[in-house]
């Protein structure tokens, strides 16, 4: 287990907790999906890229000659977030088959390059001059996520083919990209600073800062009917009170600003970046951590625009939101960053991917009413895709899928810290750290202490907001981080139990659109109501009754037989004749629906949905 | 007064009512919006269409060479509806003023077009092939503008100018238009109907028909991330079971299909097009009248999907959805239709209009909340536009406006019908009444019979769908068409009182986003809080206390006195400190909010909204 962390501060960084040595997901919830992923998703992605023409765009770039570009404008990233995931999941086990993937991709990408160190094939194919149309053209958004491939290729492998390739281009952009020059589409800081931590090279970090703060000043021409916002370019992220314009833009530019202020040591920074992550947590979050409510620019909406049958939630918004909270709970060590991260993964993350790991969601609705129009593109109701035109979601959720070994723990000056729970190993230092569970399922995490040192240490076991009854040894545990400081002796056992039980949760009341309705969660996830379960009645119509004795359920047919179901006593709202006509009526009051029943009802993990079909779902239920 | 109908059937037409010869609206409500679309939003159309360069456009396709296009490619049109409000209002009352701007304008047109009667000076100016991208170019549409206004000034000035122009333009479209062409934004079906309805030539009518008919065979090429569905390409209109796409486009072919419907007999066409309108109206209709949830695409939603802040409510697509009305009013005489066109005049029509006449809403948001982003350019927040760089909306409202008094009554062999009211004269054949009334504001209607036939006559006013307790010559009446029929003397007099009261209304259990809410409602009239009346609270933390008390206001500085306010007992809430963070709380059932108060809630006419600034408004209240 080499120390190959997915982030890696300096060890000059301003920080308060650094990333652990090395973490292993073993079996478990996570090590299936992991599984799935390595299996499926990762050798269908490159089935699908190669369809693309991604693969043929590098082809011709290695020519040398022009011609036909194939796919977006960015058709480069998906190569290269393909292989960043190929490179962490070589380094969890290597197969001859992951590395002849792995090493004839890398080899093409070094030889797409330029002479002088350029790369992003549809300007080399197409002509156009370089850095010509940094808006729209996404040259250095490519630019950094091969910088990310590289850097992980570098420290899950020991191999710098990337490495090589993107430095020299980064050395490029520090020589000759034009004074001022910013990408529309955010990336390239988050990767300039890695790149930096990765090689030491202070003007990639140097360059990372100089775009970080070169935002905000309406510098990059606008773009259809948006302001300067959609692309983070109306405030100086420094004066930014809250996130704004495009989610996943939004997200990677925080992400690269947090880096810039551990490396730098630039408090400020920090400060504001942390007021905005503040403030998209009270008001512009939807209970999944999904992010971005608004379909038009696929941006942030309003404060508490949250409305669940339009949520955008784009998955790749959820994988840079996980970038971006783990970022900040290495500089802060502050609990609500890993809880952020941890409903992410899993109620915004994993519905981007089917349980068989061959469909996507781009897009992640948290309603779908019964009648959604076919042809509405919007509609989550026509389900699960194959693959998009666009194909950024599923090779992000690729690479952090991959990598995911890496966000459980981290290590301090004073001990070790669990943040997210999975079975398998933690190495921080000369401490190594059995986990055995059954999350999210089980509340039951037992860590067993396999090596140690003699000196006492702390061990840090973030207990979730919602864990309330949780204990440690028994103990009762309040949510945040729960410290046992003593010396330890390999075998020595910590049992958490992080009370996983059903539960009912509701908004406050600035959130309007779950008036009157409440979500059903379990541990750490999301629940749904799905149609398959309610056959002869529509899940628009239904409701929970007030007191709705929610328990957990049998296994259902369809879906893996881990999953638990949660069953509760519900109503059918009736309809009534004049409910047919204009759905307005005068009344003293709200109408209260008339309803019949009781019916059960069942409800099943949101990131579960949509694996037996589309059709109505929905995770706010109306309760009266 | 001549035979001016805004709709006139030939006399073969398949209809139940038929529209009056003529009124005229004097005074009152409805007559102080046409002095204010006289004197100011007419003269300011003319200003600022000619800064767009669509006069300029005109001009230059008149001197015969190509050239520089200004402004969006269906620019032309705003021209053509500013004309057709130019000839309703010299209809009205002519002036010198408004003459000659019609003369030079008209005269204008007709100089752009070519020899052969072609004219879309976008197409003529590019030398873009004609007819080559009908699904973009807007040429049938403007041209359905332009045969729209000429049909305006025939029948309101007698004045052919246009008339020839278009009847030219669409002889030439019979002849030479490929077969099976369609435009991708419907309106010419509506135009070239009642081009037919005032020259007689069938084959306008049969091209018509063919449109209707050709549409829905997947037919015109996609668009973006939309399905044919957007520009009603995906199911035949005989065979659609709900209206969907791009609302006013749905909506302007759904006023054709009506009118080839009317024209033709076809009562298959009729019953799908009934249909459509029914499942509109009880599943996509938004308590103002207003259309299209969506913005992406300017589109219909899925069934109830309603939300109030993300509302689109084109005021194009409320014009239009008072021409299909009107339509089907005619076809069949169900007071339902005449229900919506009033509810759409007052609350989806008129809030597109500023009180002064000289600002405009483009998209009619439900919902504004405190802290909406400056920079997004959906906010209604940012209040009341000058113009727009797709200046569809302002025109719009100004030909609907000076043609008004068209939509007021009707006629049958049986009687006259009065629909909407309005202070000022009806005339029916040999039927003259006279309307005296302080509508919307007082409930009160005096109809006085001036001439009369000495045969007896059925005499049919309409009580709203929510006139509670109405009376016609003090004796109750109930919603829907009340009915006098005997022989009348001049002089005669009925009295209706329409039980203008204030009144809560409340949704279906359905239509989620209104749960736990009501909206205030006096008469037509939907009204909301505004702001301005609230210092020191925002809107979005106002609620209504379970007995409000709802009363009329004392006026209100800032807005005309003859608007009544609404003044009721309502509570503020709370917010505890816990809201501060993640929204979402463990709970027994949805969230009761603490409040304080209790505080005096103002609702003002929704109308009237966003004239004293802009800043958040809601049409629901929540009411615990």
């Given at each position: 287990m080499s120390d190959d962390a997915v982030v890696r501060p300096r060890p000059e960084a301003v920080?308060?907790?650094?990333?652990?040595?090395?973490?292993?997901?073993?079996?478990?919830?996570?090590?299936?999906?992991?599984?799935?992923?390595?299996?499926?998703?990762?050798?269908?992605?490159?089935?699908?890229?190669?369809?693309?023409?991604?693969?043929?765009?590098?082809?011709?770039?290695?020519?040398?000659?022009?011609?036909?570009?194939?796919?977006?404008?960015?058709?480069?990233?998906?190569?290269?977030?393909?292989?960043?995931?190929?490179?962490?999941?070589?380094?969890?086990?290597?197969?001859?088959?992951?590395?002849?993937?792995?090493?004839?991709?890398?080899?093409?990408?070094?030889?797409a390059q330029a002479p002088d160190g350029y790369l992003h094939t549809h300007t080399q194919l197409t002509g156009r001059e370089r850095y010509s149309d940094l808006a729209s053209s996404h040259e250095l958004y490519c630019a950094g996520h091969l910088m990310q491939a590289a850097v992980a290729g570098s420290r899950a492998l020991g191999d710098d083919t990337l490495l090589r390739v993107a430095a020299k281009f980064a050395d490029h952009l520090v020589k000759d990209l034009p004074a001022d020059a910013l990408d529309g589409h955010p990336e390239i800081e988050t990767a300039l600073a890695e790149l930096y931590r990765e090689t030491g090279v202070r003007p990639y970090l140097d360059l990372a800062a100089r775009m970080v703060t070169g935002r905000g000043h309406e510098r990059l021409p606008l773009k259809g009917h948006h302001g300067p916002g959609i692309r983070q370019d109306r405030v100086p992220l420094r004066d930014a009170t809250t996130v704004e314009g495009h989610a996943v833009r939004a997200l990677y530019l925080a992400a690269g600003a947090t880096d810039v202020a551990a490396e730098t040591g630039d408090g400020d920074l920090l400060a504001a970046l942390t007021r905005q992550w503040r403030d998209m947590v009270a008001t512009k979050t939807y209970l999944t951590g999904g992010l971005g409510s608004v379909w038009y620019g696929e941006q942030f909406g309003g404060p508490h625009e949250l409305t669940p049958e339009t949520a955008y939630c784009e998955t790749c918004a959820a994988?840079?939101?996980?970038?971006?909270?783990?970022?900040?709970?290495?500089?802060?060590?502050?609990?609500?960053?890993?809880?952020?991260?941890?409903?992410?993964?899993?109620?915004?993350?994993?519905?981007?991917?089917?349980?068989?790991?061959?469909?996507?969601?781009?897009?992640?609705?948290?309603?779908?009413?019964?009648?959604?129009?076919?042809?509405?593109?919007?509609?989550?109701?026509?389900?699960?895709?194959?693959?998009?035109?666009?194909?950024?979601?599923?090779?992000?959720?690729?690479?952090?899928?991959?990598?995911?070994?890496?966000?459980?723990?981290?290590?301090?000056?004073?001990?070790?810290?669990?943040?997210?729970?999975?079975?398998?190993?933690?190495?921080?230092?000369?401490?190594?750290?059995?986990?055995?569970?059954?999350?999210?399922?089980d509340g039951r995490v037992e860590i067993v202490v396999r090596e140690t040192p003699e000196r006492p240490w702390t061990f840090s076991a973030r207990i979730p907001s919602w864990a309330d009854g949780a204990s440690v040894n028994a103990e009762p545990a309040e949510p945040g981080y729960h410290r046992i400081r003593r010396a330890w002796r390999p075998g020595d056992r910590v049992t958490l139990d992080l009370a996983v039980r059903p539960r009912l949760t509701a908004a406050v009341p600035r959130l309007d659109v779950a008036r009157g309705q409440v979500a059903v969660e379990r541990g750490p996830l999301v629940y749904c109501l799905e149609q398959p379960d309610h056959p002869g009645v529509i899940v628009d119509d239904l409701c929970l009754a007030a007191t709705p004795g929610l328990r957990d359920g049998a296994p259902i047919a369809g879906l893996p037989a881990e999953v638990v179901p949660m069953i509760a006593r519900g109503r059918i709202h009736a309809h009534r004749d004049e409910d047919a006509g204009f759905p307005y009526r005068t009344a003293a009051a709200p109408r209260e629906p008339e309803h019949t029943g009781p019916v059960d009802l069942t409800f099943v993990p949101y990131y579960a949905w949509a694996n037996r079909g589309a059709g109505p779902m929905t995770i706010w239920t109306p309760m009266h």
């Open positions: 920080v308060t907790l650094r990333p652990a040595s090395g973490a292993r997901i073993e079996g478990g919830f996570w090590g299936a999906r992991q599984r799935v992923n390595r299996d499926v998703t990762i050798p269908l992605g490159a089935r699908r890229i190669r369809e693309s023409g991604a693969f043929a765009n590098l082809e011709a770039a290695a020519r040398g000659a022009g011609g036909e570009h194939r796919g977006k404008v960015f058709a480069d990233s998906d190569v290269y977030k393909w292989l960043e995931a190929l490179a962490w999941e070589r380094g969890r086990a290597d197969s001859d088959g992951l590395a002849r993937a792995y090493e004839e991709a890398a080899g093409l990408v070094a030889a994988v840079a939101s996980v970038q971006w909270s783990w970022r900040m709970l290495l500089a802060t060590g502050e609990p609500g960053y890993a809880d952020l991260m941890e409903r992410t993964l899993y109620n915004a993350v994993l519905p981007g991917l089917s349980l068989g790991g061959d469909r996507f969601f781009y897009v992640n609705a948290l309603r779908v009413r019964a009648g959604a129009n076919p042809d509405d593109r919007r509609a989550a109701a026509r389900g699960r895709q194959d693959w998009y035109g666009t194909a950024c979601c599923p090779p992000n959720v690729m690479r952090l899928l991959s990598s995911l070994g890496h966000y459980l723990a981290t290590r301090s000056e004073d001990g070790v810290q669990l943040h997210l729970y999975a079975s398998g190993t933690v190495r921080a230092g000369d401490v190594l750290l059995e986990v055995r569970t059954g999350y999210p399922w």
